[in-house]
């Protein structure tokens, strides 16, 4: 069961631009929203979360913005680095647990 | 910066062995967890741990999945008998609360059953 739901496998995005990775929810229960971003061989390490309580959270080069009435996040990375290239996987919990329901993940590929 | 430590890096084990995983989490976390991911498949959350019992787990953690704080400083997950399905990549994780709080991962143990 797809709770969440990054429905681009892959992105490419030219050094120095924005990069735009997105993400779908379908439960209503979920009201904490993160980004991992996970490199070959390593595990996912944290980037950067938001409540629902708020609609965006920024942290130097990444935002995330939160659309609760679309159940819809993304994540903003300005301007995009070539050490940004790796998978990044969206992930959300409820007040009532404590599994974090990753989505599959988005490839991004940054080019000089 | 503190950070979670998984071994061995890479477990090869016979179908119907036992197998023990080892996490150390960031030392002053008190909520731990196990994830895997089958390969070309999503994280997928297996247990989480608090004031040693085990506060949530999914459909996945069954009868021969247990977890255990030996000490003070390691988590593991043992799988009692292994079957072929359960080759997978498994990730510790700790977090200092257990809710709106990230978790912190390790970089995982590769386990292959033959």
């Known amino acids: 069961d797809q709770q969440v739901k990054q429905n681009s496998p892959s992105l490419s995005v030219q050094e120095g631009r924005i990069s735009i990775l997105n993400c779908d929810y379908t439960?209503?229960?979920?009201?904490?929203f993160l980004w991992y971003k996970k490199y070959p061989a390593e595990g996912p390490t944290f980037l950067i979360s938001?409540?629902?309580?708020?609609d965006k959270n920024e942290d130097g080069r990444f935002t995330v913005f939160l659309n609760k009435s679309a159940k819809h996040l993304s994540l903003h990375i300005v301007p995009s680095q070539p050490g940004d290239s790796a998978v990044y996987f969206c992930?959300?919990?409820?007040?009532?647990?404590?599994?974090?329901?990753f989505g599959k993940g988005t490839s991004l590929l940054v080019t000089p | 910066e503190p950070e979670v430590t998984q071994t061995p890096s890479h477990q090869v084990t016979q179908m119907g062995q036992e197998v023990i995983l080892r996490c150390v989490p960031i030392?002053?976390?008190?909520?731990f967890y196990w994830y895997r991911q089958i390969l070309g498949q999503k994280v997928e959350f297996l247990v989480s741990?608090?004031?040693?019992?085990?506060?949530?787990k999914s459909e996945i953690f069954d009868d021969q999945f247990s977890v255990e704080r030996p000490d003070g400083s390691n988590f593991t997950l043992k799988i009692r008998s292994t079957k072929l399905e359960d080759s997978a990549m498994y990730f510790c994780a700790s977090s200092d609360t257990g809710w709106n709080q990230p978790q912190h991962f390790g970089d995982g143990t590769r386990l292959s059953i033959l």
């Open positions: 030392s002053n976390h008190l909520y």
């Open positions: 439960n209503s229960m979920f009201d904490y």
């Open positions: 741990f608090y004031n040693n019992e085990i506060s949530e």
């Open positions: 992930a959300a919990n409820t007040n009532s647990g404590y599994a974090l329901n």
């Open positions: 938001i409540s629902s309580i708020k």
